[in-house]
């Protein structure tokens, strides 16, 4: 009788092990870190033309010749932790696969850097260097008006936080 107690016990214990091992492993897939797409793919270089703007004085301008002029854009993903803000001239294109459309960014020439504050502690290590160009993937999306927005992930993948950019309004 001793013995057959015994077991349950065990089997708990395995049991309860392979509970922990799952979560722990499944810990670092968030949801959003492996971006399946937003399944948009309708959206035309003649729509994705134009102006846009985002979160603190952001601006982007996607010219119809695949030209790109852009102001104050943070790194995506963990890159947006240092902190830069990069300023000037690119070239773009808006491309689609399986899982939806994307707009492929690239900074060719930097006019200005400007930092953002991160909220890091004095005596952290110094900040990091921005890159002389850099280049961003913008997933494309309808909001309930069916009116395109660009986004990109920042910081975390884990936590999903994302980097929105809407038509600019007129002037």
């Known amino acids: 009788m001793a013995g057959k107690s015994g077991r349950p016990w065990r089997r708990r214990i395995a049991l309860g092990g392979v509970v922990v091992a799952l979560l722990v492993s499944s810990g670092c897939a968030g949801p959003y870190q492996y971006d399946e797409g937003t399944g948009v793919h309708d959206a035309t270089t003649a729509e994705v033309s134009g102006n846009w703007e985002g979160a603190e004085e952001t601006r982007l301008t996607l010219r119809r010749d695949g030209t790109a002029l852009l102001q104050r854009l943070d790194g995506q993903d963990f890159d947006f932790d240092d902190g830069w803000r ?18 492929r960014l690239t900074l060719t020439h ?62």
């Open 86 to 103: 990069l300023s000037g001239t690119g070239t773009w294109e808006l491309t689609d696969d399986a899982d939806g459309q994307d707009v």
């Open 110 to 171: 930097q006019t200005r850097v400007e930092r953002r504050d991160t909220g890091t502690t004095t005596g952290a290590a110094a900040p990091a260097r921005p890159p002389a160009t850099y280049s961003w993937r913008f997933s494309v999306r309808r909001d309930p008006r069916e009116a395109l927005e660009l986004f990109f992930f920042f910081g975390d993948p884990d936590i999903g936080n994302t980097y929105v950019m809407t038509r600019a309004k007129p002037s």
